[in-house]
């Protein structure tokens, strides 16, 4: 009889097994990436280019499952063809049975193999199946006449796992007790690549649906045999494995009862999905990779939504430990192999009906800024992520200028606004927020310390961020994230009157978004800071310097500080939702600011392109550069008279020791 796997995965762990690949999945369609799940972990990592699952299209069961019998013993594992017509099975009693999908009649019984058939996988074209056999030798297999084609003879172990290249020229099979995996040219049956494992038993492999990859406990070149990364060691045993359809991402099962995803590029765990209560054996993403299928030792198969980390349905009518999974290639349909000697179907159905009652909850946001500003594709973001995360059961609803944005006053309005919890989140510069006594962010506005962009961006990905949205706490707000936009400089609305030393500020009336510091910045030019008629200059953006009236003219080499966007919420609203719908929030927060962060202009871009639409920027001389910032003390002192300020700013400081600074605005004329 075949040796269970399981036994033969705990003798592994006792003598030490790292981390060993296992499963892998036939060709699929392009999927689109996916964002982090939950639970939760800790270096979740969420990638930009996910599309929402739709509520509507979560499958459920559409009746119980179709029950393949006719095995005399455990069956290991399940393939359906490429045309969604067959069935083929693996089993311990020596055989694998072709069988009508549509019936579960046994169409045929293949006995080539002289010992256990530990898998079988269809080809490609759906003219030959692959067993994986027990007798160290894998057979190719005439799915029409039963014949052997082909016989791959080098393995000294049982061989659990055999697989088709994409392209069906090439199979990779695991030697298990050898400890290697082979590539194989399919027609002269010659070993390519010999890959040897780290692990002590080696029960399965995979080859990327892109065809480039192989996958044992480490990443290998498919082309070339070459080793390519080594992924991050686990305690525990693994005992399957399956990349995502778009070849970034491989998911594996374990002997703890939990199954991860792992970034092939980095070899870091991404994400985690618990539930199962012993070994998961087999491991499938769906052909739009939005789900995810195990099938554990604890009798269950589950199906998993990707994107919420969520079970969408236990499968439980096995009566045996589940050894392989799979889908149709619709889609439509999924298959369990399992220690009770049979296999099962079970059809879906697009439901909405599984999605969770407890959370159906609207959060309002208030928005500071007008539709069409710099902030908008990142809302938007925020918006869509909540719904994908949440698998469309908690929505957010915007309300843009909510405090009206051509008051001076906007940005403090949305904080009242959601100080007193007549909205449940809101978004707003930080530089706002000392107009409501709340000093949280004062820091990031110490003249000319952030004054490039990679500091920005490093800073905004810190743990000082960290320290300030915690800040927020004292005033009844949670904070949930900031992301930079765009740099600070002197705009003068008169191209002959450059601003280009403190004296150029004398007597101005500067356009300055409300706060505090901005404001004493400003008045310690010499300038009047304002918002509305009789502007002179600004203190802006080069993106926004558009928006300006006049011929305006930034001094490109005078940064006086970096603005910050804040999404936050209010304490009381946030406490009342559960610690699920607030990790939800939160990842979105994360995945927006990056977003934000990957997609922001550099200061060099923004400059070109305010040249290129005929602005102008000027270089000031360094002593001159030296003036503004003696003008500009008294504000630096004022910031350190706050013990909190005064820690975060050393920090800063600190930081911007050990970034290198990126490229300023040069200067351009019409």
């Given at each position: 009889?075949?040796?269970n796997?399981?036994?033969?995965?705990f003798?592994?762990?006792?003598?030490?097994?790292?981390l060993?690949?296992?499963a892998?999945?036939?060709?699929?369609?392009?999927?689109?990436?996916?964002?982090?799940?939950?639970?939760?972990?800790?270096?979740t990592?969420?990638?930009?280019t996910?599309?929402?699952?739709?509520?509507t299209?979560?499958?459920?069961?559409?009746a119980?499952?179709?029950?393949?019998?006719?095995?005399?013993?455990?069956?290991?594992d399940?393939?359906?063809?490429?045309?969604?017509?067959?069935?083929?099975?693996?089993?311990?009693d020596?055989?694998?049975r072709?069988?009508?999908?549509?019936?579960?009649q046994t169409?045929?019984?293949?006995?080539?193999?002289?010992?256990?058939?530990?898998?079988?996988r269809?080809?490609?074209?759906?003219?030959?199946?692959?067993?994986?056999?027990?007798?160290?030798a894998?057979?190719?297999?005439?799915?029409?006449?039963?014949?052997t084609?082909?016989?791959?003879?080098g393995?000294t172990?049982?061989?659990?796992?055999?697989?088709?290249?994409?392209?069906?020229?090439?199979?990779?099979?695991?030697?298990g007790?050898?400890?290697t995996?082979?590539?194989?040219?399919?027609?002269s049956?010659?070993?390519?690549?010999?890959?040897k494992?780290?692990s002590?038993?080696?029960?399965?492999?995979?080859?990327?649906p892109?065809?480039k990859?192989?996958?044992?406990?480490?990443?290998?070149?498919?082309?070339?045999?070459?080793?390519i990364?080594?992924?991050?060691?686990?305690?525990?045993?693994?005992?399957?494995?399956?990349?995502?359809?778009?070849?970034?991402?491989?998911?594996?099962?374990?002997?703890?009862g939990?199954?991860?995803?792992?970034?092939?590029?980095?070899?870091?765990?991404?994400r985690?999905?618990?539930?199962?209560q012993g070994?998961?054996?087999?491991i499938?993403?769906s052909?739009?990779?939005?789900?995810?299928?195990?099938?554990s030792?604890d009798?269950t198969a589950?199906l998993?939504d990707?994107?919420?980390?969520?079970?969408?349905?236990?499968?439980?009518?096995?009566?045996?430990?589940?050894?392989?999974?799979?889908?149709?290639?619709?889609?439509?349909l999924?298959?369990?192999?399992?220690?009770?000697?049979?296999a099962?179907?079970?059809?879906?159905?697009?439901?909405?009906a599984?999605?969770?009652?407890q959370s159906g909850?609207?959060?309002?946001?208030a928005?500071a800024?007008?539709?069409?500003?710099?902030?908008?594709?990142?809302?938007?973001?925020?918006i869509?992520?909540?719904?994908?995360?949440?698998?469309?059961?908690?929505?957010?609803?915007?309300?843009?200028?909510?405090?009206?944005?051509?008051d001076?006053?906007?940005e403090?309005?949305?904080?009242q606004?959601v100080?007193?919890g007549k909205?449940d989140?809101?978004?707003?510069?930080?530089?706002?927020?000392d107009?409501?006594?709340?000093?949280?962010?004062?820091a990031?506005?110490?003249?000319?310390?952030i004054?490039n962009?990679?500091?920005?961006e490093?800073?905004?990905?810190?743990d000082i961020?960290?320290?300030m949205?915690?800040?927020?706490s004292?005033?009844?707000?949670?904070?949930?994230?900031?992301?930079?936009?765009?740099?600070?400089?002197p705009f003068?609305?008169?191209?002959?009157?450059?601003?280009?030393?403190?004296?150029?500020?004398?007597?101005?009336n500067?356009?300055?978004?409300?706060?505090?510091?901005?404001?004493?910045?400003?008045k310690?030019?010499?300038?009047?800071?304002l918002?509305?008629?009789?502007?002179?200059?600004?203190?802006s953006?080069?993106?926004?310097?558009?928006?300006?009236?006049?011929s305006?003219?930034?001094?490109?080499?005078v940064?006086?500080?970096?603005?910050y966007q804040?999404?936050?919420?209010?304490?009381?609203?946030w406490?009342?939702?559960?610690?699920?719908?607030r990790?939800?929030?939160?990842q979105?927060?994360?995945?927006?600011?990056?977003?934000?962060?990957?997609?922001?202009?550099?200061?060099?871009?923004a400059?070109?392109?305010?040249?290129?639409?005929?602005?102008?920027?000027?270089?000031?001389?360094?002593e001159?550069?030296?003036?503004?910032?003696?003008?500009?003390?008294?504000?630096?002192?004022?910031?350190?008279?706050?013990?909190f300020?005064?820690?975060?700013i050393?920090?800063?400081?600190?930081?911007?020791?050990?970034?290198?600074?990126s490229?300023?605005?040069?200067?351009c004329v019409?």
């Amino acid at each position: 009889m075949f040796t269970n796997r399981l036994f033969r995965l705990f003798i592994a762990l006792m003598i030490g097994t790292s981390l060993v690949a296992c499963a892998a999945p036939a060709a699929l369609p392009t999927a689109t990436s996916f964002p982090t799940s939950l639970p939760l972990s800790t270096n979740t990592v969420i990638p930009d280019t996910q599309s929402a699952t739709d509520p509507t299209s979560v499958p459920t069961l559409d009746a119980g499952p179709l029950e393949f019998k006719g095995h005399t013993d455990d069956v290991w594992d399940v393939d359906i063809s490429p045309d969604g017509k067959y069935l083929i099975t693996a089993s311990d009693d020596k055989t694998a049975r072709l069988w009508d999908l549509a019936t579960g009649q046994t169409i045929q019984v293949f006995s080539n193999c002289n010992s256990a058939v530990g898998d079988a996988r269809f080809s490609p074209d759906g003219t030959y199946v692959l067993l994986g056999c027990a007798d160290h030798a894998p057979r190719l297999v005439d799915i029409t006449t039963g014949q052997t084609v082909q016989t791959f003879s080098g393995h000294t172990g049982g061989v659990d796992w055999a697989d088709f290249s994409p392209d069906g020229k090439q199979i990779i099979t695991a030697g298990g007790d050898d400890k290697t995996a082979r590539i194989w040219d399919l027609a002269s049956g010659q070993t390519l690549y010999i890959l040897k494992s780290n692990s002590d038993y080696l029960p399965r492999v995979a080859f990327s649906p892109d065809g480039k990859y192989a996958f044992t406990d480490r990443l290998w070149d498919a082309a070339t045999g070459e080793a390519i990364q080594t992924f991050v060691e686990q305690s525990n045993a693994v005992s399957c494995v399956a990349f995502s359809p778009d070849s970034k991402y491989v998911a594996t099962g374990s002997d703890d009862g939990i199954a991860r995803i792992w970034d092939v590029s980095t070899g870091q765990m991404v994400r985690e999905f618990t539930g199962h209560q012993g070994f998961v054996n087999g491991i499938k993403f769906s052909p739009d990779g939005k789900f995810l299928l195990t099938g554990s030792a604890d009798q269950t198969a589950r199906l998993w939504d990707v994107a919420t980390g969520q079970t969408i349905h236990i499968f439980d009518d096995h009566r045996g430990g589940v050894q392989g999974v799979t889908f149709s290639p619709d889609g439509k349909l999924v298959a369990a192999a399992s220690d009770d000697g049979t296999a099962m179907v079970w059809k879906l159905e697009a439901s909405s009906a599984v999605i969770p009652a407890q959370s159906g909850i609207t959060l309002h946001l208030a928005v500071a800024d007008k539709g069409g500003r710099p902030s908008e594709p990142y809302v938007l973001a925020f918006i869509d992520q909540v719904k994908t995360l949440s698998n469309g059961t908690m929505t957010i609803e915007p309300t843009w200028s909510a405090a009206n944005s051509d008051d001076a006053n906007f940005e403090r309005g949305v904080i009242q606004l959601v100080k007193e919890g007549k909205y449940d989140l809101g978004i707003a510069g930080s530089r706002a927020f000392d107009l409501e006594n709340i000093n949280s962010f004062q820091a990031l506005q110490t003249p000319f310390l952030i004054d490039n962009n990679a500091l920005a961006e490093a800073v905004a990905t810190s743990d000082i961020a960290a320290q300030m949205l915690d800040q927020l706490s004292s005033a009844g707000l949670t904070g949930l994230t900031l992301w930079p936009e765009d740099l600070r400089h002197p705009f003068s609305y008169n191209a002959d009157k450059p601003l280009l030393s403190p004296e150029d500020f004398a007597g101005l009336n500067i356009r300055t978004q409300a706060s505090k510091l901005s404001y004493q910045l400003i008045k310690g030019m010499g300038g009047i800071p304002l918002l509305g008629d009789n502007e002179e200059g600004a203190e802006s953006g080069l993106r926004q310097g558009a928006s300006l009236p006049g011929s305006p003219v930034a001094t490109g080499n005078v940064t006086f500080f970096a603005k910050y966007q804040v999404l936050f919420g209010n304490r009381d609203a946030w406490e009342k939702l559960s610690e699920e719908q607030r990790a939800i929030l939160m990842q979105a927060a994360m995945a927006v600011q990056k977003k934000a962060i990957a997609e922001h202009p550099s200061e060099v871009d923004a400059a070109k392109a305010w040249c290129a639409s005929e602005g102008t920027i000027v270089i000031t001389s360094d002593e001159q550069v030296a003036e503004f910032k003696a003008a500009a003390q008294p504000v630096f002192e004022k910031l350190e008279q706050d013990s909190f300020n005064a820690g975060i700013i050393t920090e800063l400081a600190d930081l911007k020791t050990k970034t290198v600074p990126s490229s300023g605005a040069e200067a351009c004329v019409p």
